[in-house]
């Protein structure tokens, strides 16, 4: 069974703290992405990385930061947690190239900033 | 460019209703459409696809979506709704012949079944 797992289900941060949410796949994908999921907005990308130390900006990149040091994780970090931030984080791999453009998802994480 | 309209935030079908959830596209290359589904607390699960090929594409659960060009249109339908079916979905577009694969979703649409 493919598998996408995200390190927490849910989390609480103080406003001003640096966060990091982990993801790690065991498909050997090359793509790994960060999604925000808002009520009535749908999922917004983050950042992706198509290969190890590579990343690239998604819509909304401001206020985050992203790392993937080994194929299989890809970490997101907020350097200083605000409000307006709190939301449900999805992480979701696919396979390199362009035959299988499938993605699958992790169970998300429900971040709070209080 | 890509984006997604899904027409309907919310859609409300009796059991054993036709289920029809509208999603519009708009791609400046050929794409590739995608319809998930997410049940409550949970992560995204592929129902079905589009590449290439078939216009008429089946799913998981009994769904199933038509691309029509002409239409930039990819409507989910299932003839007959259960109450497990009740759920967020969400279409999402992707450029065809990208490697990355990045998915650009419309807002969703929750469907609500009634007995």
């Known amino acids: 069974d493919v598998k996408v797992t995200q390190s927490s289900r849910y989390l609480v941060k103080r406003t001003g703290e640096k966060v990091f949410l982990e993801c790690v796949q065991d498909?050997?994908?090359?793509?790994m992405f960060w999604y925000r999921q808002d009520p009535g907005l749908g999922l917004r990308l983050i950042y992706f990385?198509?290969?190890?130390?590579?990343?690239e900006k998604g819509d909304i990149p401001e206020g985050y930061s992203v790392s993937r040091e080994k194929k299989e994780r890809f970490s997101l970090i907020l350097e200083s947690a605000s409000t307006n931030q709190t939301s449900m984080y999805l992480c979701?791999?696919?396979?390199?190239?362009?035959?299988?453009?499938?993605?699958?998802f992790g169970q998300g994480t429900r971040l709070t900033v209080v | 460019a890509q984006s997604v309209t899904q027409l309907g935030s919310h859609v409300s079908v009796s059991e054993g209703a036709l289920v029809l959830l509208r999603c519009n596209y708009s791609?400046?290359?050929?794409?590739?459409l995608f319809w998930y589904v997410q049940y409550p607390n949970q992560g995204l699960q592929l129902l079905l696809k589009?590449?290439?090929?078939?216009?008429l594409v089946k799913g998981i659960n009994g769904f199933e979506a038509e691309f029509k060009k002409s239409e930039t249109s990819f409507h989910l339908t299932k003839p007959s709704a259960h109450m497990s079916d009740a759920a967020e979905y969400f279409c999402?577009?992707?450029?065809?012949?990208?490697?990355?694969?990045?998915?650009?979703f419309g807002k969703g649409t929750m469907l609500l079944v009634s007995p």
């Open positions: 999402a577009v992707s450029p065809m012949n990208s490697g990355y694969s990045t998915l650009t």
């Open positions: 791609s400046s290359v050929p794409p590739y």
């Open positions: 589009y590449t290439t090929g078939a216009t």
């Open positions: 990385s198509y290969d190890v130390k590579m990343k």
């Open positions: 979701a791999s696919s396979k390199g190239g362009t035959v299988n453009t499938e993605a699958f």
């Open positions: 498909m050997d994908h090359e793509n």
